[in-house]
């Protein structure tokens, strides 16, 4: 089933339901300051309020777009009112369009599925590289330089979020979140073991311990 992630700065959306369409499944997730903290699975679109709590949504735009992840995603401005001046500085900015808010659920998946129908915005970077991991995203496949670290689907996907967001710490529940199994407490407990046989995997390709437990407070992949 094809994924297709709705971010929003609205604090709102994080308690819209999910929609489903046919094979695609619609998740709304919240958008923060940093960016997404969510794994992207599939296609990407952003609804960027244009004033927000701790920066401003031209901002947000201009960081949505220099962040990998999310720099071909659909991104629309949500504007405060139809000014023409507005408009302007946001596409300047790097937004695809904008509309005035404050956007309800219905309205947003009414822009995403006409845009969806046509094949519009776009999926996560195949590869990503950072030193000498390289993470082959459509082939589920990790390497340290050139040694295949050995790794199962949830351990895989849990070295792909933390090393796309590199050299910050995660909590067991933030994991959890970024992986999209919020709302299944037994998840908690399982994390240990994910980042038990992830530690084992990247020893084994020679990474040494670049995966490291910070004390009181969660998990960080040190990468230079």
């Known amino acids: 089933m094809d994924r297709v992630n709705i971010f929003s700065s609205d604090a709102r959306a994080a308690s819209f339901d999910d929609f489903t369409q046919g094979e695609a499944v619609f998740c709304f997730r919240p958008l923060h300051p940093d960016g997404p903290r969510a794994l992207i699975d599939g296609k990407a679109w952003a609804f960027v309020d244009w004033v927000m709590p701790d920066l401003s949504g031209l901002e947000m735009v201009r960081r949505l777009r220099t962040d990998p992840r999310t720099s071909d995603a659909h991104i629309t401005m949500v504007l405060e009112e139809d000014d023409i001046d507005d408009r302007r500085r946001a596409l300047k900015a790097g937004a695809d369009d904008y509309a005035v808010g404050p956007l309800d659920r219905q309205t947003m998946l009414d822009r995403v599925l006409a845009r969806f129908a046509q094949g519009g915005a776009s999926s996560p970077v195949p590869v990503v590289q950072r030193g000498d991991l390289t993470i082959n995203i459509a082939g589920e496949q990790a390497r340290w330089q050139d040694q295949l ?74 990468l230079a």
């Open 149 to 222: 670290i050995a790794l199962r689907p949830n351990e895989f996907r849990v070295l792909r979020f933390l090393a796309e967001n590199a050299n910050r710490v995660f909590s067991r529940q933030e994991l959890v979140d970024a992986l999209g199994k919020e709302g299944d407490p037994e998840y908690l407990r399982t994390v240990d073991v994910w980042i038990k046989r992830l530690r084992q995997g990247l020893r084994g390709a020679g990474a040494g311990d670049i995966l490291r437990t910070v004390h009181g407070r969660g998990y960080v992949l040190d």
